[in-house]
């Protein structure tokens, strides 16, 4: 379906659909089950859709985050753009992410700021969130969770560090939202052994 790579995916809350975006400019709606297309792609960003994201209050939503610096909302079952773009990011957006009641969209971009947005208007509820001194790439609404932070560290529930990657293998890493994947060609991290927290000494082996 895509004709280029695609660097986000979610579920639906429901799990019987997932959304892409991708370096084709396009969002697609897939079938969960059965992998088909479903609807026609749907387009409106410029540049290349980094982000993407279901609304929790049962796959009424989709919003995602471009590299054209705007977030955008749609219509999960037409893919009729709702609204206009959201603008206020000065770079790309990396992240984006519903409130657990839907009221509110939050981004996270590479201009280094977080802005939370009325999701029904596109206003910004308050000024944007400073101190990253990188890009930002995730937010999200759900707690203990991985993710990979900008200057490389994984991180783990409650903000506990558990891995720090070299920033020679940045280029390889994608973190879409909760799951970090390493594709085929890249580095490989080999993590069936690993302890963190306490015992992390626990995993070293002598020779």
Not at 37 to 66: K, Y
Not at 74 to 89: L, M, N, R, V, Y
Request: aromatic share 10%; proline share 5%; charged share 15%.
């Amino acid at each position: 379906g895509h004709t280029s790579g695609v660097f986000s995916v979610a579920f639906s809350p429901d799990d019987r659909l997932i959304v892409s975006g991708s370096l084709d400019k396009t969002i697609r709606v897939w079938d969960a089950h059965t992998g088909s297309q479903l609807g026609s792609p749907i387009e409106g960003h410029t540049n290349v859709v980094w982000s993407v994201a279901f609304s929790p209050d049962g796959s009424r939503w989709i919003a995602s985050g471009s590299l054209d610096n705007t977030i955008r909302v749609w219509d999960a079952h037409t893919g009729s753009q709702i609204g206009s773009p959201f603008e206020g990011h000065t770079s790309g957006v990396f992240s984006v992410t519903f409130s657990p009641d839907d009221s509110w969209i939050v981004s996270g971009s590479r201009d280094q700021t977080i802005r939370v947005w009325d999701a029904h208007t596109g206003s910004q509820i308050v000024s944007p969130f400073e101190g990253h001194t990188d890009s930002i790439c995730g937010v999200d609404n759900q707690r203990g969770l991985v993710g990979l932070s900008a200057d490389g560290w994984i991180i783990g529930p409650e903000g506990r560090l558990l891995l720090w990657v070299p920033s020679y293998y940045h280029a390889f890493l994608y973190s879409p939202r909760n799951t970090l994947v390493i594709p085929r060609g890249g580095p490989e991290l080999d993590l069936s052994t690993m302890v963190h927290g306490d015992k992390w000494q626990d995993c070293y082996v002598g020779k």
